[in-house]
């Protein structure tokens, strides 16, 4: 394995690492003298490759940022009820199994700015582009409809956090609440642009 080849795996076990630490550790419970510890390296190996303990949260984060991503939208050629189902299923285990992750992504658990905002935010985009093809069909839709479908995210991200906060429903129940309340929203939708109309959803 060539030396760049190295580096980068390097750099992507450290990651794995930090990723079981921070699985269910918020940011300040831990020190890099910690970290190091339970990775078995120097802590200077850390800041080679990520300069600060935030850098490295942050790579951490965006390794979670892109799972999530991809779980709610891996829903394959399906019709557009389970699909829609499938997104929601999918953004649901991915917040239970990651509580940390989660709750970081959407709440931006290591200091609001520019950088923690950008995360969340393409988080937000790419969900909403998923949840409109599975939807409609197409992850463009006009500015309207992807303002209402942000409110219903945002709705999401609020009831996720309570419910893997409080553990008092079950799975199946938030997702049938969320895929509710996501009917309402395009039904919605449809009546400001009916050019999109609303798929029907139990």
């Known amino acids: ?105 959407v709440t931006g658990g290591v200091g609001f700015d520019a950088q923690v905002q950008a995360i969340r935010d393409g988080v937000r985009d790419a969900l909403i582009a998923t949840i409109a093809r599975a939807a409609y069909g197409t992850s463009w839709v006009p500015r309207l409809a992807r303002t209402a479908l942000l409110g219903w995210l945002c709705s999401v991200e609020g009831i996720t956090l309570d419910w893997i906060g409080h553990h008092e429903l079950e799975r199946d129940t938030v997702r049938a609440l969320l895929v509710r309340t996501l009917g309402e929203t395009l039904r919605v939708i449809e009546e400001f642009e009916p050019s999109y109309p609303a798929p029907v959803l139990p």
């Open 1 to 105: 394995m060539r030396g760049t080849e190295r580096s980068a795996a390097r750099r992507a076990e450290l990651i794995a690492i930090g990723r079981k630490l921070f699985a269910d550790t918020s940011y300040d419970a831990l020190s890099m003298d910690e970290i190091a510890q339970h990775a078995g390296v120097a802590k200077g190996l850390i800041y080679y490759y990520f300069e600060s303990k935030r850098g490295y949260y942050l790579a951490i984060i965006e390794e979670s940022v892109g799972e999530l991503v991809d779980g709610a939208s891996s829903v394959g050629d399906l019709a557009p009820v389970e699909r829609v189902h499938r997104t929601v299923e999918g953004y649901l285990r991915y917040a239970e199994r990651n509580q940390a992750a989660y709750r970081t992504i």
